[in-house]
């Protein structure tokens, strides 16, 4: 499989992954941009890409679902009897376009979206689908890695951990380019003020 990224050697949650990340647009900004975020507006996001790279701050269900996250990914590669680990990719095409991915097999086949949260789990449970706020988080995901399709591993003890696909829409990832490029073009703009 010819990959549209290549990867970046980094561990997520450090410094150097910060200043990655606030170098270009990743998949947590997707919905934000899209104005599908309830949490965070476009202008916010726009003033936090021109800030200096900051760690956001951890509430405590937000410290939980790091925590949570190495036992989701094991039982997702168990279940799914696939080896995934995390990983940083960053797009050939669009050198803004990253994404900090979960987990991704080692020939790129398959990756996974891990969501550890209470109302995630809820709605998840009740609709068989992840939250409609993370719709544009899992297309920028398949945008930067070319996969038709990611999981999603839903996971809060002691609830039954879910599996699910969220497939492609190239037509929802066209629109997706056009307003993430035309972003990323404004974050430049603003810090060469």
Not at 28 to 46: K, P, V, Y
Not at 123 to 151: E, K, W
Request: hydrophobic content about 35%; aromatic content about 10%; proline content about 5%.
């Amino acid at each position: 499989m010819d990959r549209p990224y290549f990867i970046i050697s980094l561990e997520q949650g450090t410094r150097e992954w910060l200043d990655w990340r606030n170098g270009g647009i990743g998949g947590s900004d997707a919905s934000t941009i899209m104005g599908e975020n309830r949490f965070e507006s476009a202008a916010g996001l726009l003033a936090q890409k021109c800030g200096p790279a900051m760690a956001g701050r951890m509430n405590a269900a937000m410290a939980r679902g790091v925590a949570l996250e190495p036992e989701a990914r094991a039982f997702y590669n168990k279940t799914l009897s696939v080896i995934s680990e995390p990983q940083c990719v960053q797009s050939l095409e669009y050198e803004w376009l990253r994404a900090s991915l979960d987990g991704i097999t080692p020939d790129g086949s398959r990756a996974v979206e891990i969501k550890c949260g209470r109302s995630a789990y809820e709605t998840t449970a009740r609709t068989g689908c992840p939250p409609g706020y993370y719709y544009g988080q899992f297309q920028h995901l398949m945008a930067v890695t070319g996969l038709n399709s990611i999981d999603y591993c839903c996971y809060f003890p002691p609830g039954r951990p879910i599996i699910t696909t969220v497939e492609r829409n190239q037509s929802y990832i066209d629109d997706l380019l056009r307003k993430e490029e035309a972003f990323w073009k404004r974050v430049l703009e603003k810090r060469s003020v």
